[in-house]
């Protein structure tokens, strides 16, 4: 009921900066929270940041002051952008959705799209 197309992932220097882009269709309005996760190779897949329908944030340790979360006001977009970027930021970024079908808690994930940072 909720689909989700991701786009923005690259190649990037140290420091550079990049903003990933999900955009998100059907059922709109029962979608309760969206967020970022993200996979780098050999670790497990992390919440990088999130953004509830409410307009509430939360961002692992690591991004916070690098990274920010934000939507458009349809809230049928969501973004992050990523600044000063680190090796260790390298993952595959997975957007989500949290949305509620009847009394059920599900979860739509993006494609995925890599992000690459190197000097």
């Known amino acids: 009921q909720v689909q989700l197309v991701e786009s923005g992932g690259g190649l990037v220097q140290v420091g550079g900066s990049l903003r990933l882009s999900c955009e998100a269709s059907?059922?709109?309005?029962?979608?309760?929270?969206m967020g970022w996760y993200r996979q780098a190779p050999g670790k497990q897949r992390e919440l990088v940041a999130a953004?509830?329908?409410?307009?509430?944030?939360n961002y692992v340790g690591s991004v916070k002051g690098r990274f920010t979360i934000s939507r458009d006001n349809a809230k049928s977009t969501v973004y992050l952008q990523m600044n000063s970027l680190k090796p260790e930021d390298t993952a595959v970024y997975y957007c989500?959705?949290?949305?509620?079908?009847?009394?059920?808690?599900?979860?739509?994930w993006g494609q995925g799209t890599q992000v690459t940072v190197s000097s």
């Open positions: 059907g059922s709109i309005s029962s979608i309760n929270a």
């Open positions: 989500n959705a949290q949305f509620t079908d009847w009394r059920f808690i599900r979860n739509s």
């Open positions: 953004i509830t329908s409410g307009g509430g944030i």
